[in-house]
């Protein structure tokens, strides 16, 4: 089952963006819209350099799968959000994930 939730996040997101490193920022910022918190940069700094986190927001901006904003209040950090297509491929999966644990 984990290797075709694995084919489907591939299937769905693309090589580059279903790497760990990726998927797990766009899972947490997944998260994060869906319980109404805005994301910035900094807020992935567990366990990382903050110019790794820095360096893989711009990354994902580039590949279409984020924006990055300036933060309205505070200028120096930047906010993220999902693209609507890179949305739509972490719902596919959770319901195709959901879909393949029923079988």
């Known amino acids: ?7 489907a996040i591939e ?14 920022t766009l899972l947490e910022l997944y998260l994060a819209e869906l319980e109404q918190r805005t994301m910035f940069a900094s807020c992935f ?10 360096r893989r ?13 300036q933060g309205k209040d505070d200028h120096r950090r930047v906010d993220l959000k999902l ?8 719902e596919n999966i959770l319901d195709a994930a959901r879909f393949l644990s029923q079988r």
């Open 57 to 69: 927001s711009i990354r994902l901006a580039e590949l279409g799968a984020l924006t990055r904003q």
């Open 1 to 7: 089952m984990l290797l075709r939730v694995d084919e």
């Open 45 to 54: 700094l567990v366990g990382e350099t903050p110019s790794n986190v820095h």
């Open 83 to 90: 693209t609507p297509s890179t949305r739509s491929a972490i």
């Open 11 to 24: 299937k769905s997101l693309g090589r580059q963006l279903a790497t760990r490193p990726n998927l797990l």
